[in-house]
């Protein structure tokens, strides 16, 4: 029966409490506060506020109720501060849960106790809970170790895990270094030059500027290939585009003597070709290849040309003779080995 006023008189007495702690501790905190905000303004480097911080990333993760987080991959580079956004707007609670082991899978028949009996073994990165309807935010420090890691993320509620509530953040080493080439466009259909020589690359990934101008006065473009050691075909590289997005497609600008430039980043060594996707220029000689981490001269690969010569008599076979079947193939196999050396004669360049 008194519990209730226990209680309450309890509470009272608390709150008194605080308001004393409070008007005395108030005075005593407002100069040292002050002093710290006079050292700013006189530029005393403020210690809490570190400039070389590292680089904050925020990405969101979503689950309505059907069992999948959206996205169900994150893409994170080592180094950045990631703060995640929790949006569960269904009405089942969940967990996010994410392992300390960049390398595991989770075999999807493990069994709610095998799950759980995992963490208790390896305690995660991560373990939020994420309530029915409600949004939270969960703080992680992706450091440099974890590059090249793939992190796997689960609800570990019972079945949840199983019935697809999974994901993974795919750790990316940071960009070790940058390199910047000029390239001009010839109304000739050239690239001038039709070689960029990345060669003493040998960290990746690694940010590849281009600036891209022009000599002459028509339209062209920088489009840079994908795909590494990888020869496009001029009959049918909008079709390879529509399957690969091309690492960079750079207008040139109107004007000679001014530059477009763009920034993509490389992550495998290997030949990288680039073409000018304005129709016909390509056919007629408009490609250039990037070699990255590579001698400028990449060896004959008797797979990549023989699958170009195929591509090549399909697309011919049918409106040529056979004498002409050969002629165009052996074009096409001189025309599309990758640059010689500098200073060798450039087949099928003339
Ligand atoms: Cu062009």
């Not at 996010?96 to 390896?122: D, I, K, R």
């Not at 040998?202 to 020869?231: E, M, Q, R, W």
């Not at 193939?329 to 500098?342: E, I, N």
Request: glycine share 8%; charged share 5%.
């Amino acid at each position: 029966m008194n519990r209730p006023r226990t209680l309450l008189r309890g509470a009272v007495a608390s709150l008194l409490t605080a308001i004393v702690l409070l008007a005395v501790a108030l005075p005593l905190a407002a100069p040292i506060a002050g002093a710290e905000r006079a050292g700013q303004a006189m530029g005393r480097p403020h210690v809490a506020a570190a400039p070389l911080a590292d680089p904050h990333v925020n990405v969101t993760i979503t689950t309505n109720g059907t069992p999948t987080f959206a996205p169900s991959v994150i893409h994170v580079t080592a180094g950045e501060n990631l703060t995640i956004t929790l949006n569960n707007s269904g009405s089942y609670n969940h967990t996010f849960t994410m392992s300390t082991n960049g390398t595991e899978v989770f075999p999807l028949n493990w069994s709610p106790t095998q799950l759980e009996a995992y963490f208790v073994a390896h305690p995660p990165l991560v373990n939020a809970s994420m309530p029915a309807d409600t949004i939270s935010h969960v703080n992680v420090s992706v450091n440099a170790s974890m590059a090249g890691g793939n992190f796997e993320f689960v609800s570990i509620l019972p079945y949840q895990f199983q019935a697809g509530l999974y994901g993974f953040m795919d750790v990316t080493p940071p960009v070790s270094s940058s390199l910047t080439f000029y390239v001009n466009a010839s109304d000739t259909y050239r690239f001038l030059p039709d070689s960029l020589n990345a060669s003493s690359v040998t960290k990746f990934p690694v940010a590849i500027n281009v600036f891209f101008g022009t000599v002459g006065v028509l339209s062209h473009t920088f489009t840079l290939s994908p795909v590494p050691d990888y020869n496009l075909s001029s009959s049918n590289y909008s079709t390879f585009f529509t399957q690969h997005a091309p690492l960079v497609n750079i207008p040139v600008p109107t004007s000679a003597g001014s530059y477009n430039n763009a920034t993509f980043v490389i992550t495998t060594a290997g030949y990288y070709e680039y073409i000018c996707s304005i129709t016909g220029h390509f056919a007629n000689g408009m490609f250039g290849f990037l070699y990255v981490g590579i001698p400028t001269v990449v060896p004959y690969v008797a797979n990549v040309s023989t699958a170009i010569v195929q591509s090549e008599i399909l697309v011919g076979g049918g409106s040529l003779l056979a004498i002409g079947v050969v002629l165009a193939a052996a074009a096409a196999v001189t025309g599309r080995v990758p640059s010689p050396k500098p200073g060798q004669e450039k087949f099928g360049h003339y």
